[in-house]
């Protein structure tokens, strides 16, 4: 655990060394009127993290963007459905004044989809190795956009959950598979780590039916994870298209948020201006 934390760390204060803070402390000219206008504030960014993970994936990037002034929420995503998760996050988002740019990853893509409609504060929406999903869409039936396979199916362990529907259970990732599948170009000590800490999601929030989605009337932006082996690329490409959204592709697994921190920061940058 020791080795994995001074990992962590030592990315942390590398993404915060390269971003650097000095672009945020301006020195006033000598001759600057007392009265002179102060820059706008900076939304705030508020990341939702997906399945089998948790707001841990997100320190590198929310580390980076306090660093340049960013208000950041980290979104502590229940995982219990589409509808219950986005009513949850709707009300979140509820609380936080000022313009938002809302960032999900995997699962969390179909969360802010649903979750941002009608909010006005919601300015942008960013999605990293996400899914979109259209209206009546579940995850599942975005995993098969534009031909796509993904292997994920294959290495679940389902385990009950007291006060369970009919059908429904929890899922993880197997430990045994899940650097290869969710996080290969990570350290194994620190997939590892990730591994056994997971948080599960419900069943159903891979077969719950999407509402109608934000990315219709909100800019958005993608990330398309080219290595990805739980969402696949082909599918990320045609959710990215069909929601006119400005796409950049990462030669990542399906977390560039951990092994391209700062491409994700440049990212979320663009999208709050």
Request: glycine share 8%; aromatic share 6%; net charge negative.
């Amino acid at each position: 655990m020791n080795i994995t934390r001074k990992i962590s760390l030592a990315v942390a204060t590398l993404a915060i060394g390269l971003l650097g803070t000095s672009a945020a402390i301006v020195p006033a000219a000598a001759d600057a009127p007392h009265e002179a206008a102060r820059p706008a504030a900076k939304p705030t960014v508020v990341l939702v993290h997906g399945a089998f993970a948790d707001s841990s994936g997100w320190s590198l990037v929310s580390a980076a963007l306090q660093a340049e002034g960013y208000p950041v929420q980290a979104f502590s995503n229940p995982l219990r459905g589409v509808q219950y998760d986005s009513d949850y996050l709707r009300t979140f988002l509820d609380t936080i004044e000022g313009p938002i740019v809302l960032v999900g990853h995997s699962y969390g893509g179909a969360v802010i989809t649903n979750a941002a409609v009608g909010d006005p504060d919601v300015k942008s929406l960013v999605y990293v190795a996400a899914y979109a999903p259209d209206a009546g869409e579940t995850v599942q039936d975005a995993n098969r956009l534009g031909g796509g396979d993904s292997a994920l199916g294959e290495h679940l362990v389902i385990r009950p959950f007291p006060g369970a529907m009919a059908g429904d259970a929890d899922a993880y990732i197997d430990p045994a598979a899940y650097r290869d599948i969710f996080a290969q170009d990570l350290p194994r000590s620190v997939a590892a780590t990730f591994a056994v800490s997971q948080r599960p999601a419900a069943l159903a929030a891979f077969g719950t039916p999407s509402g109608e989605p934000a990315w219709k009337s909100i800019p958005s932006w993608y990330i398309v994870a080219k290595q990805d082996k739980t969402i696949p690329p082909q599918a990320e490409r045609v959710m990215a298209k069909r929601a006119n959204a400005k796409t950049i592709e990462l030669n990542t697994s399906h977390v560039p948020m951990l092994s391209k921190p700062l491409s994700v920061v440049s990212v979320i940058r663009d999208a709050s201006r």
